[in-house]
Structure formats: C-alpha cells, structure tokens
C-alpha cells in the first residue's frame, strides 16, 4: 500500500513516519502532486500557526490540489484545523473541506491544552475497536466546534469536534501518532478505509 505524507514545512512528519513503521508500512514523505495523487492514502499532517502553514500550502499550489484529493485523506491535529473553513488563528482561510470555522479556547482555561483527554460520540470505521471514553493525546489551542461531520468529541472547557469526516476525507485533533496502542489503531483503521 502506497501512504504519502504531505511534508510542507509544517508538520511534525517524522513522528507520524515512524508510527507507520511500527505497523509495518513505509510511507513516503512527498510535496510532489503527482506522488500525493497517484498515493492509495494521503496524510496531511500539521504543527504550528494556521496562517503561516496555509502561506507553506499556497506557496506550493497544495491548498488548490488537497481538496480535490479523491483517495482517503487523514488531517492531523492543524492539518485538520486547515480543512475547516477557517480559523480564528491568524484570520486564516482554510481549504474549506470541513464546513466549520475553527474557534480559540477562550482566557478561562489554560492553553494550549496538552495531555490526554476522551474522545466521545465515536462514528465511522475509523474508530473500529476503540472504545468510547478511550484516552488521545492533544496539543492545541484552537478546536473545530461540533457540527454536523463530527465523529468524535471531547471536551476542554466545552464539547468541541475531536474528528471530522466528509466523504473521503477524515480529521483528527488528536494526534494518532503519540496516542499509543488506541492511536495506532486508529492509522490502522484508516489503512483499512
């Protein structure tokens, strides 16, 4: 099976890599178009600010070519963020995947949120085997409201969208790759999509 990470400068890509590995899966690491549409799965990975990845996107044409992606597509904790509408972070617009706008956690809680936390609500094939309540690790500051391609919630001083999902594309918050066993067996599900 052919699994492509989208490396834009703005992800942390090794970590997802190895994760991979460790199921036994070799993903390529690629900007390259015609690599990320000729991929069987597409990973689109994200760390750091909004405005200043989707500049990265743009800069390469990927924000014209990742919404017309017809293979699963997986967008990890920005990556996802950058699926949505927009975000409040950096009055950014994002691919417009999602039909979400991304919100700030508001002053009242400590931000970002890093740790673990629940995920709730679980829908789709993605979440096969995993157990509500089950424990995801989370690094952020801003969260995609529940709306109505929600698979999954947590919540951080409100219920916010731990997943999305439209047609052939899915979005976590959380981050598989550092969520140990469950994690994995979330790459493991998408693998099977």
């Known amino acids: 099976m ?19 590995q460790r199921i ?30 989707m500049h990265k996107l743009e800069a390469t044409s990927l924000d014209v070519l990742i919404p017309k992606l ?3 597509v997986l967008g990890i904790c920005l990556g996802m963020q950058l699926m949505c509408n927009a975000s409040e972070e950096g009055a950014t617009k994002g691919l417009g995947i999602f039909d979400v ?5 508001s002053n009242k809680v400590k931000v970002p949120q890093i740790g ?25 500051s ?3 409201p529940i709306c109505s391609e929600t698979i999954a919630t947590s919540n951080y001083e409100l219920d916010y969208s731990s997943a999305l999902h439209k047609d052939n594309f899915y979005g976590t918050q959380f981050h598989p790759e550092k969520s140990s066993l469950a994690g994995q067996r979330v790459l493991e599900n998408f693998l099977k999509l």
């Open 142 to 144: 801003f969260y995609a």
């Open 70 to 72: 017809k293979q699963p």
């Open 101 to 105: 706008d991304v919100k700030k956690f």
């Open 24 to 53: 036994g899966i070799n993903p390529e690491l690629t900007h390259d178009a015609e690599l990320i549409m000729k991929a069987d799965k597409v990973i689109f990975p994200g760390v750091g600010e909004a405005s200043s990845a």
């Open 2 to 20: 052919n699994i492509t990470i989208i490396d834009y400068g703005a992800g942390n890509i090794q970590s997802i890599k190895f994760a991979f």
């Open 116 to 140: 673990w936390n629940q995920i709730s609500d679980l829908k789709t094939p993605l979440f096969n085997e995993i157990s509500e309540k089950e424990y995801m690790y989370l690094v952020h």
